[in-house]
């Protein structure tokens, strides 16, 4: 099993640029969620689902945007790149039976 | 707004020594756990303490938790070089599926 996969690994973008972050998991876990890392902090969470067509917002979710049509797959969507999403960003999941989070291996963002 | 603060921000130690680390947070929980993160990696879960328990052990890693001080420290006994990495504390309030991160504390073991 792949467990949680994200790509691309890394991506640059020029501001104002809209990109999707990918992230896909094969633990069938109903709850799936986006954060951000910044240097010298812990992460922040955007974006969260609790399954298939239920999304909510977490403590940083301005300028993403998230959908869940499927139960593998959980996309983050940039509008419009701006110098403050440079970040590496990681996808979770979790199981319904236990509050253990798993995470993807990260995507480094740049926005120049 | 983060939820736990770890202490302290960075630790070097040699190996076989032991390593502690603590956390503070500011609300009532309903679990907190440990996470560890090696350099240019996803976080990987260690050890789950809930709020009724004050002190859990998993091979070397002994967690303990006072719900009085909204604190918890974690402890790693006989350390190896192989346990340098970042560790975060994240906690998960009653009703809420937010999880929130300490900034984490960078640990080095020294061969």
């Known amino acids: 099993n792949a467990g949680v996969t994200q790509t691309p690994k890394f991506q640059v973008l020029k501001t104002g640029q809209s990109m999707t972050l990918q992230c896909a998991q094969d633990m069938n876990h109903e709850y799936m969620s986006w954060y951000r890392q910044d240097p010298g902090m812990g992460l922040r969470l955007i974006h969260y689902s609790v399954g298939a067509g239920i999304t909510d917002q977490g403590e940083v979710p301005n300028g993403y945007n998230v959908s869940r049509s499927t139960t593998e797959d959980f996309p983050l969507r940039l509008l419009s790149a701006a110098p403050s999403q440079t970040s590496v960003y990681f996808c979770a999941t979790q199981g319904a039976a236990s509050y253990e989070q798993y995470f993807g291996p990260g995507t480094r963002l740049t926005v120049t | 707004s983060q939820q736990g603060e770890e202490d302290p921000q960075a630790l070097s130690i040699q190996e076989g020594e032991n390593a502690t680390m603590n956390c503070s947070y500011k609300t009532s929980i309903n679990n907190l756990q440990w996470y560890r993160q090696n350099s240019g990696r996803g976080l990987v879960h260690l050890i789950l303490?809930?709020?009724?328990?004050r002190e859990k052990h998993s091979g070397r890693l002994r967690v303990t938790l006072d719900t009085s001080k909204k604190s918890s420290s974690l402890l790693i006994t006989a350390s190896r070089a192989a346990d340098t990495a970042s560790y975060f504390c994240a906690t998960v309030v009653y009703n809420n599926n937010d999880m929130r991160f300490g900034a984490g504390t960078r640990l080095t073991v020294k061969p």
């Open positions: 303490i809930r709020s009724n328990e």
